[in-house]
């Protein structure tokens, strides 16, 4: 599975996401471990665009696109029609943005998790609505600057944690991602692949070279100092309960903050706060790892 | 095999003849019989189906379109806000020909909260490219179930099938339940126009440019242009295989007729005793039920009402700012046809009043008394102050 250069890419060249997204970085990965047995339901997210117009598809796989809201419910509806026509080896996965994952789409989401449906549900993370334009999701960390929390109005409310409400369903599995750690990221996929029953997610960062202000060369270099200072921890969830932390991250978030046209505004204050909210999830989260 | 069934259990017994495989659905009075119905016919094993409980209607119409997009036959059912909360995912469904069936029963919208009858939930839905079929008992209920699929299949646009909340859904009546066997000649498992597969991988619902946009949208308004012959081929189809037929249109006594009711429904089945008695006291009054409302049968209707001075249309609804709905669309029908009717509008029965025959002989006199329509539709029974 892993890297194997056997496996050909089942992604084509020439898909239109723009150039260094962490997004198509992470689909080209997601599906080499996948392979294609895979059906994948995307909602509107930048993945509506980057699939492809009609009459054609960046994807080897079959693509459903559907409604923004309803990533998780037309993933579980397939299922169903896949269950009772005898193929229970077709992986469906759900393939959506934070727009469609901690906003719209979270009902549904929370629905097709509770009945259990038996799908991968990944949200590639880009934190904020960057197909439309970079406005602010729930997903938008404090601090943030988008188009509709401009200049001084930037972003004052946290991040939403979207695994711990998928770990309060007491989802099978739930763990985090990057692109910059590739091998965990794909070992992953392959743990959620090979279980092919009951529900699991995916929480994958996903830089936004367009939206975050940065060089589309530093998409990767990002997404590694996003771990490195515990802003996105490296985890896995089983049931709800079991938590595996998969690296430690060290450094400060300053150094992250400032590489991004979007946190350039913050003041040294403003970067001690966030700071401290890192550092309190951290505990929060370490206080799990070690129960 | 006739049988005292439920209004809901007709649609409940045809949804378990068509062997749907897929049914997704979200409780709302008054159509929690329905869904509870299939619900145990899922787990007694009687129907082989999953059914998906989801968290909304929304989900239930996202669900199927999943579901349906695999190639399976699929169901859901609602009511009202139910039906509205969809809206969304009515026009998805069309706009990805995929032939799903929804029973839908006709419920008053809120505010203020009312459970009780009125069309305006599903005809206010007249744009989505569903096809709409109105239902006047519960035979005609579970008949039209077993047709929806097959034209739906055949023409690959979603159907609802509509009836009344209680003075149908709640109501027992004898109901023939056909044969297994007779079903599945009329209805063989379905071959899916439309189908994901790992082997053959494309794209579905995806994002298309202006420049084909236009030609998906045409080829969905020529699917709806084929329905009529469709229809009345399967209508035809049915009634050799279990002997009934509907139309899209029953035309009562209108032959000779000076007036004509036009109606839908369970008011059809009123109207039927108000036509006998009118009859009987020397008036030339005749019937119009229209069960197609989309496609709308602009031809039938015109037909019908050749020769006919004057309609008078019921409405159980209202688009405010404009009037009752198939009086709308019935002038529509008429235009440009010069010998068509004067059409007079009346609108009753909003939120689940009673419209008894005397209301329907009330619109009668009071059309047979005027000379010329009034600009807007008539408000019948209404409380005074």
Redesign the interface.
């Known amino acids: 599975m892993m890297n194997n250069p056997t496996q050909p890419d089942l992604i084509h060249p020439g898909h239109v996401a723009c150039p260094g997204c962490g997004a198509a970085i992470a689909m080209k990965l997601a599906l080499r471990v996948m392979g294609p047995k895979t059906m994948v339901v995307i909602p509107a997210c930048c993945w509506g665009v980057i699939a492809g117009p009609y009459p054609q598809s960046s994807l080897k796989v079959p693509v459903l696109q559907t409604a923004f809201a309803t990533a998780g419910a037309a993933a579980g509806g397939l299922r169903a029609a896949l269950d009772m026509r005898g193929d229970a080896e077709t992986v469906v996965m759900a393939w959506a943005g934070d727009g469609g994952t901690f906003d719209i789409g979270l009902q549904s989401l929370s629905g097709a998790v509770e009945r259990n449906d038996n799908i991968l549900y990944v949200c590639y993370d880009n934190e904020a609505y960057m197909n439309t334009g970079v406005q602010r999701s729930s997903s938008t960390p404090y601090g943030t600057r988008t188009t509709t929390t401009p200049g001084s109005g930037w972003k004052r409310s946290r991040k939403k944690n979207i695994v711990e409400i998928l770990a309060a369903h007491r989802i099978a599995y739930a763990a985090t991602a990057s692109i910059a750690f590739p091998e965990d990221m794909m070992r992953k996929f392959e743990k959620a692949r090979q279980m092919n029953r009951g529900s699991r997610f995916l929480h994958v960062y996903a830089t936004c070279p367009t939206g975050w202000g940065i060089a589309s060369d530093k998409s990767i270099h990002i997404a590694r100092l996003a771990v490195q200072c515990n802003m996105f921890p490296l985890y896995e969830v089983e049931n709800g309960m079991a938590y595996t932390l998969n690296y430690q991250g060290k450094e400060a978030v300053g150094a992250y903050l400032k590489a991004q046209r979007r946190f350039r505004h913050l003041s040294k204050d403003d970067i001690g706060h966030v700071q401290a909210m890192v550092d309190e999830d951290w505990d929060l989260l370490m206080q799990k790892v070690s129960r | 095999m006739k049988q005292v069934l439920e209004g809901s259990h007709a649609v409940s017994e045809a949804v378990r003849l068509a062997r749907v ?2 049914i ?1 659905a979200y409780p709302i009075t008054p159509q929690t019989h329905i869904v509870e119905a299939i619900s145990e016919q899922c787990s007694s094993g009687r129907l082989a ?2 059914f ?5 209607e ?3 119409m ?11 036959r ?1 169901f859901t059912a609602t009511s009202g806000q139910g039906l509205a909360y969809m809206h ?2 009515l026009h ?1 469904a069309s706009g990805a020909r995929l032939p799903i069936v929804m029973a839908e029963v006709n419920r008053a919208l809120a505010p203020g909260w009312n459970i009780w009858v009125d069309q305006t939930d599903s005809l206010s839905q007249r744009d989505t490219g569903w096809i709409q079929l109105y239902c006047e008992d519960g035979q005609e209920v579970l008949d039209t179930t077993l047709l929806a699929y097959r034209l739906a299949e055949e023409i690959n646009l979603p159907v609802m099938v509509i009836l009344d909340a209680f003075f149908l859904s709640h109501t027992y009546e004898p109901v023939d339940i056909p044969d297994q066997e007779q079903v599945d000649e009329f209805l063989p498992p379905i071959e899916a126009k439309i189908i ?3 082997a053959d ?9 202006p420049g ?1 946009y236009m030609e998906m949208r045409h080829d969905i308004q020529l699917a709806m242009e084929r329905v009529p012959t469709t229809y009345q081929q399967m209508d035809g189809l049915f009634a050799e295989l279990f002997g009934r037929s509907y139309g899209d249109v029953d035309s009562v006594l209108c032959d000779d007729a000076d007036i004509v009711l036009v109606v839908s429904g369970t008011v059809t089945g009123t109207c039927r005793q108000a036509l006998a008695d009118l009859r009987s006291l020397g008036e030339k009054a005749g019937m119009l039920k229209i069960k197609m409302f989309r496609p709308f049968p602009n031809e039938p209707i015109r037909r019908a009402l050749k020769g006919v001075s004057k309609i008078a249309v019921v409405d159980r609804n209202c688009s405010f700012g404009a009037g009752g709905i198939f009086a709308q669309e019935i002038r529509s029908a008429l235009c440009n046809f010069e010998t068509g009717p004067l059409v007079y509008s009346y609108i009753a029965g909003l939120g689940g009043r009673d419209i008894t025959g005397d209301t329907l002989k009330e619109i009668y006199y009071r059309t047979k008394s005027s000379e010329m329509p009034e600009m807007h539709s008539v408000w019948i029974g209404l409380n005074q102050e």
């Open positions: 495989q897929v997704s189906a999953r998906m409980c989801v968290e909304s929304h989900s239930a996202a669900s199927v379109i999943g579901a349906a997009s695999g190639g399976v699929t969304e995912l998805w994901l597969d790992t991988p494309f794209a579905l619902g995806q994002m298309v440019p084909a």
